[in-house]
């Protein structure tokens, strides 16, 4: 296969990019670090780079080559720790990095993309359920979450797959920032093998941990008003 994988130097998109490669596969590595992405192309003669940043719209590079995979890893976290005064620029930050650029990613690669081919989105389990100073990035995810859904419906006709990823916690660069427990917390080798597998087996939903994501989902059966209660004591632990 050729696969296009965004935010491959570090995280779950660095591992993705290892295993794929080490299949035999054919990895084109996206980042904006070229010292990180000339680390990759020194693993294996299968990986490709392509140095940009993902929010500077107007300089996507266009591939030469149809592609069997697309995966949309790269994202950021950044929380709202003040809802009163509110940080309308860090919102747009995220908003931004998490959601706008794929949808130019799709303008530029989506064309690019064989048929029986597949388009990953790599969301969260936070948009499974509101959390504390997650306005941002819950935002965010739950929207890529929603994208997904919906062109799962649209491709079909042009025999294109979508695969939705709703991640736990799992150990990157991004999740060491975080100053609070982190339930089930997962290896990034482990959760790239979770997630070739189910690519593998065509899955259009992979959630894990699957007991950690289980809980996510009947927390939010809950009435709005417990489980108002319930996070608000989070907040203050």
Known sequence: MRILIT????????QLT????????????????????EQLTALSSNINTLCFNLTDY??????DAPIDLLIFN?????????????????FERIIHINLIAIAYGL?????????GGRVVFISSSAALLPLPRAEAYGASKAALSYLSQTLSISLHQHQINTTLIHPGFVDT????????AMPMLMDSQQAAI?????IAKGKSIINFPIVF????KLLRYLPLSIWQKIATRMIKE
């Open 7 to 14: 935010g491959a130097t570090s995280g779950i998109g660095y």
């Open 18 to 37: 290892r295993e794929y490669a080490k299949q035999g596969d054919t990895v084109i590595a996206c980042g904006r670090n070229p010292q990180k992405l």
């Open 58 to 63: 107007q300089d996507y590079p266009q591939l």
């Open 74 to 90: 790269a994202g950021n976290c950044e929380y709202i720790d003040d809802c009163i005064d509110f940080d309308a620029q860090k």
């Open 107 to 115: 303008q530029n690669w989506l064309k690019h993309i064989k048929k």
């Open 173 to 180: 660069p991004l999740t060491k920032r975080n100053q609070f």
């Open 194 to 198: 979770k997630i070739i597998r189910g």
């Open 213 to 216: 994501v289980c809980v996510m």
